[in-house]
């Protein structure tokens, strides 16, 4: 009846590109294909809001040009615009969703940061004035279920994200509030960093090996992530229930229980 698709391959070093074209896109096609020759009623595809790359003008909708930065990035905004592609082209029911930088119990991705704050360890790279928009994992899975279930979502673009956003500063103070650590203090500049990336990145890409340091990290502080979530609040009474305190306490918690921190 209903289709969600969720699976991608996502950001590691060592990937053929092809993968991620085979994954991403080919997947994508193949399962749409199913899909339709099944007869499913409708299809929810999972894109993401990196398909709009870096933000010139905070916070993005969803009518903000594609700006693709990466592999991962170049073929899931492919993927989605074929996926708009084939909705248009058949009777089954297609929506599209962009989650915001994911996070809660479960996730390890900013076990890092959360880890070098509980630690100490933690260094600004820049200003920390950058935007950074997270979303709870289960406000997101509330509006995912939203696009496969409201009347008014097929046909439509939806960006699914938390109910606030701030500067990467204030994300770091809130997170080492809730760790009980100190605020940290130390910034260094952001282009010496960005600089040893790409250095790091050309000596080891060609031998296989996994850089120790990449642009992709480094653009975590210095690339604006802030997203309007007006049109699911508007269309799909999408709304966002675990405030980022709640949030963050609950996922370090769950560090905590997991032996993580």
């Not at 009518?63 to 615009?81: H, M, N, S, V, W």
């Not at 996926?83 to 009777?91: G, L, T, V």
């Not at 994911?102 to 900013?110: E, K, S, V």
């Amino acid at each position: 009846d209903t289709v969600y698709h969720i699976a991608a391959t996502y950001r590691q070093e060592g990937i053929p590109r092809q993968e991620f074209h085979d994954v991403n896109v080919g997947g994508t096609l193949a399962l749409l294909a199913a899909a339709r020759d099944a007869g499913v009623r409708r299809f929810v595809h999972c894109s993401t809001v990196g398909v709009q790359g870096e933000i010139e003008n905070p916070p993005a909708d969803e009518e903000a040009p594609f700006r693709p930065g990466d592999i991962y990035q170049e073929t899931k905004a492919e993927a989605e615009l074929k996926a708009r592609e084939f909705f248009a082209s058949c009777a089954m029911e297609g929506v599209v969703f962009r989650p915001v930088g994911i996070y809660g119990p479960g996730d390890t991705r900013f076990l890092k940061l959360f880890k070098g704050i509980a630690r100490g360890r933690f260094v600004m790279i820049g200003s920390g004035k950058v935007l950074y928009h997270l979303t709870y994992v289960d406000d997101l899975a509330a509006g995912i279920i939203l696009c496969g279930t409201h009347p008014a979502a097929p046909g439509r673009v939806y960006t699914l994200g938390g109910s606030e956003y701030g500067t990467l500063s204030d994300l770091v103070r809130r997170i080492a509030r809730v760790l009980d650590r100190p605020s940290p203090r130390l910034r260094i500049p952001v282009w010496p960093v960005y600089t040893a990336g790409i250095l790091c990145e050309m000596v080891c890409t060609p031998l296989g090996i996994e850089p120790p340091l990449y642009r992709r990290r480094v653009d975590f502080f210095r690339k604006d992530r802030a997203f309007d979530i007006g049109r699911a609040r508007a269309e799909l009474g999408y709304a966002p229930r675990i405030g980022l305190d709640e949030g963050l306490a609950r996922t370090a918690a769950w560090y905590r229980q997991e032996g993580l921190l």
